[in-house]
C-alpha cells in the first residue's frame, strides 16, 4: 500500500509542476517584435522655395524607408537641416491617407504667394489618391504630365481625402502655394 500512495503522491506533483510550466509558459511575457514591413514606401522630400521666375524647387533632400517612422529617421541622420524644413504636404497613394505615403518639406519655410513646385514626382508619378496640406499650403495643384503639363487637376484648398477618379493615379507633377 505505501508504494502505491507514493506512486499517488508522484504522480499528483508531477501533474501540479507541468500546470505549473504550462501556466509559467502561457503567462510570460512576449519578446517585442520588431515593426512588420510593410512593403510601402515612404519619404521624407525637402524642397527650395521658388524663387523669382523659377517654376520648380531644387530638391535638397529625399530619404525613403519601409515605415513612416524609419523615413523619417533617416532623414533626420542625412538632411542637417531637418529641424528647420517646414511640413508643406503629405501625399498618399490610397484613398482615406493610406498606403506608401511622402512627407515634403520646405527648406525656407512655410508656404507663401510663390509656394513650391515639384516639376517631375519621380517615384510618385501616377501614385497620389490622397494628400494633407499644412503650414499655409491652402492651394494645390495637380498636372497629368512633368512640368505641369497635360491636364490640370484641382485646384484643391482643403485636405482632400480623394482627389477624384480624373486625377487619380494621375498626378506627375504639382505646385502649392499660399492663397
Keep these: 500500500m505505501g508504494h502505491i500512495r507514493n506512486t499517488t503522491a508522484v504522480r499528483r506533483w508531477a501533474t501540479v509542476a507541468a500546470g505549473m510550466a504550462v501556466a509559467m509558459v502561457v503567462t510570460a511575457p512576449a519578446a517585442q517584435a520588431a515593426p512588420a514591413s510593410t512593403g510601402e514606401e515612404h519619404c521624407v522630400v525637402v524642397l527650395d522655395k521658388l524663387r523669382p521666375g523659377e517654376t520648380t524647387s531644387r530638391v535638397v533632400s529625399r530619404q525613403c524607408a519601409d515605415t513612416p ?92 481625402p480623394w482627389v477624384g477618379s480624373a486625377a487619380n493615379d494621375r498626378i506627375d507633377s504639382l505646385q502649392t502655394r499660399r492663397l
Design 69 to 160: 517612422e524609419a523615413a523619417r529617421q533617416k532623414h533626420q541622420e542625412a538632411y542637417a537641416g531637418a529641424a528647420a524644413a517646414t511640413l508643406l504636404l503629405t501625399l498618399y497613394a490610397d484613398i482615406n491617407y493610406g498606403g506608401a505615403s511622402t512627407v515634403l518639406e520646405g527648406n525656407a519655410g512655410a508656404c507663401d504667394t510663390a509656394g513650391y513646385g515639384f516639376r517631375d514626382l519621380g517615384s510618385w508619378r501616377n501614385r497620389i489618391s490622397s494628400f494633407k496640406r499644412f503650414n499655409w499650403c491652402q492651394r494645390v495643384q495637380g498636372f497629368d504630365l512633368v512640368n505641369y503639363g497635360g491636364a490640370a487637376y484641382g485646384p484643391w484648398t482643403t485636405d482632400t
